[in-house]
């Protein structure tokens, strides 16, 4: 079992940065599969990225691709989530997700397959 924390979230104006990180307690973190997701007000949660467990292999949802890069320090059991030219479309509750399945694009996009959920954190950005 893991347990996961996010910080970093706050408010930009559009155009600027933030780096978000999500740290994990319990065992094993180098085993998960990680994955951040986002839910704006009134809005289902979304994808937005996500990491193989040695951090080779990332994904990424269109609208934030070129924008967003995910990483990983499995030696410090976190993931974050460093994101440029920030857009007021950018503005929701961000999540942090953990899961030991397989690694293919469209599970990992997935909401079920995620066993494991961080309690999310604010990022508005102000046109």
């Known amino acids: 079992q893991v347990q996961l924390v996010e910080s970093g979230g706050g408010l930009v104006q559009a155009g600027g940065s933030l780096r978000l990180s999500c740290a994990a307690s319990?065992?094993?973190?180098?085993?998960?599969?990680m994955g951040w997701f986002r839910q704006a007000l009134g809005k289902e949660r979304e994808f937005v990225a996500a990491i193989s467990w040695s951090g080779g292999t990332t994904y990424y949802a269109d609208s934030v691709r070129g924008r967003f890069t995910i990483s990983r320090d499995n030696a410090k059991n976190t993931v974050y989530l460093q994101m440029n030219s920030l857009k007021s479309e950018d503005t929701a509750v961000y999540y942090c997700a953990a899961d030991r399945g397989p690694l293919n694009s469209v599970v990992v996009r997935t909401l079920s397959r995620y066993n494991y959920w961080g309690q999310g954190t604010q990022v508005t950005v102000s046109s």
């Open positions: 319990g065992r094993a973190f180098s085993t998960y599969v």
